[in-house]
């Protein structure tokens, strides 16, 4: 049975947990603009962000969908389900399930057990109602709260995190926190933008000032590496952008997309199908990886700091 403790006397982790009491507000807001009949995408909607945030938002959206209508999304969620598909027969944790992410409800059904975390409330309902229409509820439990709070008696054989564990500051804290939750051996699977591409990295300097959720907002840097191969493996990664991320501005304007939407695919295409490089693979805008936990608690081991280029 998982369980939350308010106990907690690590400094950098109360403000940890400040951080993401903010955080939650904010997407309470998504969830509520998404139960609007005519908003497809809380985010782009949500009345908490700026209005630089929300064109950010859009753009990211508007990429989203260019690549779901050539089949792009289709063919890199097939990638990641199998890598995890061994493994999503266990018991199975994913941080930050929200109102379900596109492997929720697959891995609930693969699964031995799974249990989803995620900050808003509303969001875990939603998800509970999906669950129960499925006829799921034996075998899953959800928990609306903090990872930083969270413990469990159960160890995980896998642990999906879409696009979340960038939204913490410190990586030396959570990827411990998260190998403890883990059998030994046990499989991460994450996907998050990265900013150690430097040009990459000015862009996004640029939009920081103006951005509305910055505090939660941590791109993985050469630090964060470092900190997630203290605790794990990484045994494959693939990703996007190292490119085509330029291309987004041009494709945003009216006629651009129909003419360059093609060559984009096919740009995108090409990365995602280089080989993996564990120094190259950084060097996208958006990564999607497997590490494998390793047998030694992370604290025993000696940090060999690193810089990636």
């Given at each position: 049975m998982a369980h939350f403790s308010s106990d907690d006397p690590g400094f950098s982790k109360q403000q940890m947990k400040a951080v993401n009491a903010t955080q939650a507000a904010f997407y309470e807001s998504i969830q509520a603009a998404e139960k609007k009949a005519d908003v497809k995408d809380g985010y782009v909607a949500n009345e908490r962000a700026g209005w630089v945030t929300r064109v950010w938002a859009a753009l990211r959206k508007q990429r989203k969908n260019l690549l779901m209508q050539h089949g792009v999304r289709e063919h890199v969620e097939e990638r990641v389900?199998?890598?995890?598909?061994?493994?999503?027969?266990?018991?199975?944790?994913?941080?930050?399930?929200?109102?379900?992410?596109?492997?929720?409800?697959?891995?609930?059904?693969?699964?031995?057990?799974?249990?989803?975390?995620?900050?808003?409330?509303?969001?875990?309902?939603?998800?509970?109602?999906?669950?129960?229409?499925?006829?799921?509820?034996?075998?899953?439990?959800?928990?609306?709260?903090?990872?930083?709070?969270?413990?469990?008696?159960?160890?995980?054989?896998?642990?999906?995190?879409?696009?979340?564990l960038h939204h913490f500051q410190h990586p030396e804290v959570l990827f411990p926190l998260i190998h403890s939750l883990m059998k030994p051996g046990a499989l991460l699977v994450f996907s998050d933008p990265v900013e150690i591409n430097l040009l990459l990295r000015f862009v996004r300097r640029l939009y920081r000032p103006f951005q509305t959720d910055h505090a939660w907002e941590w791109p993985f840097t050469s630090q964060t590496v470092a900190a997630l191969e203290q605790s794990f493996v990484l045994s494959e990664a693939f990703g996007y952008g190292r490119f085509s991320t330029l291309w987004m501005p041009f494709l945003s304007m009216p006629g651009l997309n129909l003419l360059l939407g093609r060559a984009y695919r096919r740009l995108v295409e090409w990365e995602l199908a280089r080989p993996f490089d564990q120094r190259k693979v950084w060097q996208n805008a958006?990564?999607?990886?497997?590490?494998?936990?390793?047998?030694?608690?992370?604290?025993?081991?000696?940090?060999?700091?690193?810089?990636?280029?």
């Open positions: 389900r199998n890598c995890m598909l061994e493994a999503s027969r266990g018991d199975v944790l994913e941080i930050g399930c929200f109102n379900g992410t596109r492997n929720s409800l697959w891995l609930a059904r693969h699964c031995a057990h799974y249990t989803g975390l995620d900050l808003s409330p509303s969001a875990v309902q939603v998800l509970q109602g999906k669950l129960s229409s499925e006829g799921l509820n034996a075998k899953t439990e959800l928990w609306a709260g903090d990872l930083l709070d969270f413990t469990s008696d159960r160890k995980f054989d896998l642990v999906y995190a879409q696009g979340v958006v990564v999607y990886g497997t590490a494998h936990a390793r047998a030694v608690e992370p604290e025993n081991l000696v940090a060999t700091p690193k810089v990636i280029q």
